[in-house]
């Protein structure tokens, strides 16, 4: 990680929230709990900037320097809108074809999701505030600076996110193992959400109970799942034959 990305320190991160910054989110020490601190998180949650309480461990193995108890990641883009993208696509006529990454936290696959969502045309991806892999120099190196190009939508809850969705007219695909459906045999042609979920735990059951519909896809190897960001690929790359 590069230490532009970071930002260290009570004062620090005050200057930067007052310069405009583009801040990501806020990891603070669980055993700081002073007024001085107080007063930091009341002025981060006021810019709608995401804060974790963490151990000082953690804190640690973000940056050997000193860091006070407080570590910011800065944001190498600016966030859009979900409703404001999926608007934009309605204007010029179009079917919006979004990608809801919920918990895939490895930059590495997130920048490749990334790369191949620019590639194929998809419209763009949304995130969580939290549990979702940090923007920034190694995810924007592994998406090939498609993340400094292609819209991303952070989203403080995945869930109202998908509500606000279906809403407004977007059907929402789920990847999972356990589908009928293979990637092939859904109808790609309607506005829609792709949702991927984290590699270990998958789509989080919650986000999965609002799917419309469930699609998987096909395999014929003994190993039983793919890595995220080349499932990510195949699907968005079915939605552009389609469309």
Request: with cysteine; aromatic share 6%.
């Amino acid at each position: 990680m590069e230490k532009k990305d970071l930002i260290l320190g009570k004062n620090a991160l005050k200057e930067a929230i007052a310069a405009e910054i583009n801040i990501q989110k806020v990891f603070i020490s669980e055993t700081l709990d002073n007024e001085d601190t107080k007063w930091l998180l009341k002025l981060a949650r006021a810019h709608k900037i995401p804060i974790l309480r963490v151990s000082k461990f953690k804190l640690d193995k973000l940056s050997k320097q000193n860091h006070q108890g407080v570590i910011a990641f800065t944001s190498a883009i600016d966030f859009y809108q979900t409703s404001a993208v999926v608007d934009h696509m309605f204007s010029k006529g179009l079917n919006p074809c979004l990608c809801m990454c919920d918990g895939i936290t490895d930059v590495r696959n997130f920048g490749a999701i990334g790369r191949s969502a620019e590639i194929f045309g998809i419209h763009g991806l949304i995130i969580g505030q939290k549990n979702s892999a940090p923007i920034n120099s190694e995810s924007i190196k592994a998406s090939a600076g498609a993340l400094l190009t292609l819209p991303v939508s952070r989203e403080k809850n995945l869930l109202q996110c998908i509500r606000q969705l279906k809403s407004m007219g977007l059907v929402i695909l789920c990847a999972s193992e356990k589908a009928e459906k293979t990637i092939r045999e859904m109808d790609l042609k309607r506005s829609l959400c792709f949702v991927l979920g984290s590699e270990g735990t998958g789509i989080s059951e919650e986000i999965l109970s609002q799917a419309d519909e469930l699609f998987k896809i096909p395999q014929v190897g003994k190993i039983e799942s793919l890595n995220v960001s080349v499932a990510a690929g195949i699907s968005f790359y079915e939605w552009m034959m389609q469309n």
